[in-house]
């Protein structure tokens, strides 16, 4: 236990070290990560012998990354971009693949074994990608976007090459692992569903492994997460995600499917779902930490000895690699017309390899395909390609795009999209009719609403909303606050609306704040806390009502509106002094009384404003469609004026 | 002695910008000018209160009042005669004590759908549009403002595609630069049938 301790000490320091320093330094918390592993394992000799384990533990932060980008996808989104995932996706892959099986193949390898290292190549790194896009914002960019669609379609060929692999096992290699499977005791035995079944059968419980997932996602999450929120427990929620990605990678791992891509399908399943943002912000921290967790084991699987002994060959190979993609997608941007930086963003951000290279390289070994001394070497590749990856973005940022700015200056200002994405938190009687308004202008809202009912009853109505807290930092940063243009706050709780304007301003100064006020003091500390638009969430229907009082009470209509109007006026003119004097009531009486003289002086100028002048004397203070004195003006005929 | 430039309030009305093809780049381009102020009265007053205190300082503060609008059934739009009926005060505009726009120029940049042709005794509209306009020249007479001819582009709907929209702005452009530095023919300009006749006898170089 103690030892357990320690070694997840040094790595979680390691990582509390290096992380921010990178990030200070900008060359991103991935290379951190890298670092803090190189130092921590080759280096300083701390860790070592458990990073293998480790690793397959921390290939699971793959497997929650992919369920999050399968979140992010609804099945609509996947179907319009089949065509750059087939085409942009499939040449990428088919061209790298069959450019470094070439060049492997000329420097005498075996076919299979070029095969296998072209497929390994072609990969490239999901998680250094998103996660750089992401801290960079460079997702949305048309170079962010075409990559996705790459790398979405690298992790999905990832299935296929798992299937073909264990094809191009060589027979001497079998042959070797036999002789020193019969020495060793079978306890590497995996646990399988599907080991010893003929292929029919086989085919069978793939199937219904997959259809497990898509009939469970579709009909059965539902029930239970509403049945689990429900209950108002946020830590059996968590519980429940982590259950059901947990559940989904072990039931793909029992019928020899990769979990990554199980748990990627539950994704695409769920994205439609109302919990879908909750799902989201609850697995993100799980996934963070051991997708770090990952990285920090590649840098310190690093063997520096092979290293030492192979440098030459491994740095060729490397920049082999790199030069390779790198050539192969700034061809394909060209062919699929991706134009100016974009074109060396898509170019530069995929030529690495990737995390999922680690896995075919184990398991081409396991399956006899590529000797283990030629894995160790191949690996050492995919790992410092992957380290270079940040020196890549570095050279994009610092050379590459200040070239274009120069000449995209030059151009006409590109149209600005004015629709950015509205999240409206609370979607009660106050939050919805803001939604509806905004939703039937044609302008995109995301809706959140910690009552799942509420939530469900707007789904019934098609109006897209989402299970969750609001007031959580992480579920609005995956509701998309980062990006988003506005955030209406319509949530019932007055002070937790004043702390989430509060957070929102400090850690998102560019989001437009409107907020609803439960009274007048709530109002004022919205407005002290930042908000740019607050209205008390009775004012106005009150004062239409009074309208509609006068009117019946015999005051024409016209006049009741005007009078209306002044009322609203008159408020609005008074609330910076109301305001300046409520921040100083401290609590003394002095002040409290200061702010009810300010209150009451405003109830006097309303009277005073909504009192009609017009035939006791010609006023200055009464305006508006006001004809001359009756007398003392010469200048106009008694008929104009009538 | 060099005149000190002159100051130009232009008050632009259009309840639907959202279809305008000549006003709104007109207004645009109105807007970028030095020493004009330029002034959306819907946006400003969307709910038609326009603040009568507000508008009566612009105008004091301004040498050259301009309403610029499209041609809504021979007369302006309707917040346009709104701020007439309110901004245009006794004591303020006209009567005993009304003289704050005594000695400043006015004029309207008007865009109209018919053609010039349309625009006379035998054509359909049986009025020129400045005899249309007649309203406003007796209220500038009535303040004691100097009336200018107004600046029209006629056939305004097919305006943008016949590629004449250009070429307007410009002349408008022209039109403000002479006005703020005094170089127009006021004289002439008071005769004319539209400000946009001919500019370069209008402009004194």
């Known amino acids: 236990m103690t030892a357990y301790f320690i070694q997840a000490f040094i790595y979680l320091a390691a990582a509390v070290i290096a992380v921010p320093l990178a990030k200070r330094l900008g060359l991103g918390s991935v290379l951190g990560y890298l670092i803090a592993g190189v130092v921590i394992g080759p280096i300083a000799g701390l860790v070592g012998n458990e990073t293998s384990t480790l690793q397959h533990f921390a290939e699971f932060g793959v497997v929650m990354m992919l369920f999050l980008v399968g979140l992010e996808l609804e099945p609509r989104m996947l179907w319009n971009m089949r ?21 492997a193949f000329a420097f005498g390898f075996n076919w299979s074994i070029a095969l296998t290292i072209g497929m390994i190549f072609s990969l490239s790194s999901t998680a250094i990608v998103l996660q750089t896009f992401n801290e960079k914002n460079l997702t949305k960019t048309e170079g962010g976007k075409n990559a996705f669609s790459v790398l979405l379609f690298q992790d999905i060929a990832v299935i296929p090459m798992l299937a073909l692999i264990p094809l191009l096992a060589l027979p001497e290699l079998i042959e070797k692992a036999q002789s020193a499977a019969a020495t060793a005791a079978e306890h590497h035995e995996q646990m399988s569903l599907v080991a010893g079944l003929p292929g029919w059968a086989y085919g069978i419980v793939v199937l219904s492994a997959i259809a497990i997932v898509v009939v469970g996602g579709n009909y059965l999450s539902r029930p239970l997460f509403r049945y689990v929120a429900s209950s108002n427990l946020r830590e059996i929620f968590t519980a429940t995600a ?52 990952f990285f920090i084991t590649v840098g310190a699987g690093i063997d520096f000895d092979v290293l030492a002994s192979n440098i030459g060959p491994v740095m060729a190979m490397t920049l082999g690699v790199i030069l390779i993609k790198a050539t192969v997608l700034l061809l394909l941007a060209m062919i699929f017309k991706i134009k100016n930086s974009d074109r060396w963003l898509f170019a530069l951000s995929l030529a690495q390899a990737g995390e999922f290279g680690f896995v075919l390289l184990s398991y081409t070994v396991q399956n006899h395909v590529i000797p283990v001394d030629l894995a ?64 039937t202008n044609g302008f995109k809202t995301v ?145 409290l009384v200061h702010y009810r003289d300010m209150f009451i002086q405003l109830e006097e100028t309303l009277s005073a404003a909504m009192k009609d ?29 009538d | 002695m060099v005149d000190a430039a002159k100051k130009i309030l232009v008050l632009y009305a259009h309840p639907s910008q959202e279809r305008s093809e000549i006003n709104k780049p007109l207004f645009r381009a109105t807007q970028q000018q030095e020493h004009v102020t330029a002034v959306d009265l819907y946006a400003e007053y969307p709910t038609f209160r326009i603040n009568i205190d507000k508008e009566q300082q612009r105008l004091r503060d301004h040498d050259v009042i301009v309403f610029m609008f499209p041609l809504y059934w021979y007369s302006t739009p309707a917040i346009l005669k709104e701020w007439q009926d309110l901004v245009l005060e006794y004591n303020f505009a006209y009567g005993a004590n009304g003289n704050a726009l005594e000695g400043k120029t006015f004029l309207c940049a008007i865009s109209a759908g018919g053609s010039e042709t349309a625009y006379q005794a035998d054509g359909y509209n049986h009025f020129t549009l400045r005899e249309l306009l007649h309203p406003l020249e007796q209220t500038a007479s009535l303040t004691g403002m100097t009336y200018l001819a107004p600046f029209a582009l006629f056939c305004a ?7 004449r929209v250009h070429s307007h702005i410009e002349d408008w452009l022209r039109i403000l630069s002479a006005l703020s530095n005094n170089t127009l023919d006021i004289a002439l300009g008071k005769s004319l049938e539209k400000l946009n006749e001919n500019l370069n006898i209008l402009i004194r170089d």
């Not at chain 1, 029992?254 to 399943?269: N, Q």
């Open chain 1, 83 to 103: 065509h750059k995932l087939i085409g942009l996706g499939g040449l990428q892959v088919g061209l790298s693949t069959l450019v470094v099986m070439g060049i």
């Open chain 1, 242 to 293: 982590l259950m059901l990605v947990i559940g989904i990678a072990a039931l793909m791992s029992l019928v020899g499917l990769s979990p990554a891509l199980g748990t990627f399908l539950a994704g695409v399943v769920l994205a439609n779902s109302e919990f879908r943002h909750e799902l989201e912000s609850v697995i993100e921290p799980f996934k963070g930490l051991l997708l770090g967790l």
């Open chain 1, 376 to 439: 160790q070497i191949l690996s050492l590749v995919v790992a410092i390609s992957m380290f270079l990856t940040p020196g890549l973005f570095i050279l994009f940022d610092k050379v590459i795009l200040p070239r274009y700015e120069q000449t995209e200056n030059m151009r006409e200002p590109d149209v600005i999209d004015e629709k950015g994405t509205v999240i409206i938190a609370g979607v009660g009687r106050f939050g919805q009719i803001v939604n509806r308004l905004l939703v």
């Open chain 1, 447 to 591: 809706v959140l609403d910690h009552e799942a009912q509420q939530v469900e009853n707007l789904r019934k109505i098609n109006t897209k909303s989402f299970y969750g807290d609001a007031t959580q930092p992480d579920l609005l940063h995956t509701a998309g606050i980062a990006e988003a243009k506005m955030l209406v706050i319509a949530i019932d709780n007055p002070d937790r609306a004043v702390e989430l304007t509060e957070y929102i301003k400090h850690t998102y100064p560019n989001v437009i704040i409107l907020a609803r006020a439960f009274d007048r003091s709530n109002l004022y500390r919205l407005r002290k806390a930042g908000a740019d638009f607050m209205v008390s969430e009775t004012f106005h229907s009150a004062l239409q009502l009074g309208k509609h009082a006068l009117t019946h009470l015999g005051v024409h209509p016209f006049k009741a509106e005007q009078q209306r109007a002044i009322f609203f006026e008159t408020e609005m003119a008074h609330k910076d002094t109301l305001y300046e004097s409520w921040k100083q009531v401290t609590g003394d009486d002095k002040h």
């Open chain 1, 613 to 641: 002048e017009r035939y006791r004397s010609f006023s200055r203070m009464e305006r508006g469609w006001t004809p001359p004195p009756k007398e003392n003006d010469t200048a106009f005929s008694k008929s104009e004026t």
């Open chain 2, 157 to 163: 709907r097919s305006a943008f595609d016949e590629n």
